[in-house]
């Protein structure tokens, strides 16, 4: 079973900047898509961005030019960078991955707890 582990929101003022951190743990044999989402307080989850195990990125466009996401493959792990933040970028903010895993390598999806994301002065 592959387990997600989540870290670094927080409070930050606007104009700040965070790092967010995703590890798997469990057996695990590869990961294809890192991922990470948000949802805001009263709305429904978004997609803020994507990495692919090639290094592909793609960003929501609300974070586009703020946001860096990034992968460690030896660590099962996926971050993201954010910079510039808004108030409207206060969220709970989740990761996402997906891959094979397993005794027969059978494919996965899971996500993370959330981490909570504040913009505030």
């Known amino acids: 079973q592959v387990q997600l582990v989540e870290s670094g929101g927080g409070l930050v003022q606007p104009g700040g900047s965070l790092r967010l951190s995703c590890a798997a743990s469990?057996?695990?044999?590869?990961?294809?898509?890192m991922a990470w989402y948000r949802q805001p307080p009263g709305k429904q989850r978004e997609f803020v961005a994507t990495i692919s195990r090639g290094g592909s990125l793609n960003y929501g466009d609300s974070v586009k030019g703020r946001f860096i996401i990034s992968r460690d493959n030896a660590k099962n792990a996926v971050y993201l960078q954010m910079n510039s933040l808004k108030p409207e970028d206060t969220a709970v903010y989740y990761c996402?991955?997906?891959?094979?895993?397993?005794?027969?390598?059978?494919?996965?999806?899971?996500w993370g707890q959330g981490t909570l994301v504040t913009v505030s002065s």
């Open positions: 469990g057996s695990i044999f590869s990961i294809y898509d």
């Open positions: 996402n991955m997906g891959g094979l895993g397993g005794s027969r390598r059978s494919s996965f999806e899971v």
